[in-house]
């Protein structure tokens, strides 16, 4: 149990366009889901946090209207990557946690390399 | 956040114990002790936490210094499928972030 998806895997896209990245906790009703970057070599940084049906809270520096994060569901969270540039390169990560399962525990998917050329 | 100090990277042979060690002089009372791995090009997956006593589970066991600061991550055996960053996060009790450090990379040898 506890299985927390991401789609795409990997995307490439062209400088100037948007990418949208879906998180989905498959058995389990996420009440609370994190998005993190991670650049190569280095270690995972918390970009946001969505409640559902709230607005999403981001870390200092991010750019809340660059990264539009939708958590309209219990499971389901969507990060939109606008305009992307190449420095927006990254590998995204989500997690999600379940209060009603295990309050200690966050929950990862396999994250999504984006390349933008 | 309480910052924690692991080593860069490990190496042990395949089949053998393991003893990830991390420092957290700066540990608050009500900080708990987690664990987290990341697989090369995966997300992180949760091992283990505690707060005062040893624990154990199906994947490894966590042992926590009496004054709380510094803890072991035991991995009884290693695979090859172990090979991965481990990182040692303190979490306060009200806390819902988690905040990655650099971590320590394991490498198995066959």
């Known amino acids: 149990g506890a299985v927390v998806s991401q789609h795409p895997s990997r995307v490439i896209c062209k400088s100037g366009t948007s990418v949208k990245i879906e998180c989905r906790s498959l058995d389990f009703q996420a009440t609370t889901m994190f998005w993190y970057r991670q650049f190569p070599k280095q270690s995972l940084m918390l970009m946001a946090t969505?409640?559902?049906?709230?607005?999403?809270?981001?870390e200092q520096g991010v750019e809340k209207d660059k990264f539009l994060i939708n958590h309209a569901s219990l499971t389901l969270s969507t990060l939109t990557v606008t305009s992307a540039h190449p420095e927006d390169s990254s590998f995204y990560i989500c997690?999600?946690?379940?209060?009603?399962?295990?309050?200690?525990?966050?929950?990862f998917g396999p994250g999504t390399r984006l390349t933008v050329l | 956040d309480a910052k924690t100090t692991q080593p860069n990277s490990m190496e042990s042979n395949e089949e053998e114990p393991v003893h990830l060690p991390c420092n957290h002089s700066?540990?608050?009372?009500?900080?708990?002790i987690h664990w987290y791995r990341q697989l090369p090009s995966q997300g992180p997956e949760y091992v283990i936490h505690g707060l005062t006593s040893n624990v154990n589970n199906r994947m490894a066991s966590l042992a926590i210094a009496e004054d709380r600061k510094s803890s072991t991550l035991i991995l009884h055996r290693a695979t090859l499928r172990d090979a991965a960053v481990y990182y040692c996060?303190?979490?306060?009790?009200?806390?819902?972030?988690?905040?990655f450090g650099k971590g320590t990379k394991l490498s198995v040898i066959p």
């Open positions: 997690s999600a946690k379940n209060y009603f399962r295990d309050l200690d525990t966050q929950y």
């Open positions: 700066t540990i608050s009372g009500t900080d708990y």
């Open positions: 996060i303190l979490k306060g009790a009200g806390s819902y972030q988690l905040t």
């Open positions: 969505s409640n559902e049906g709230s607005k999403a809270t981001y």
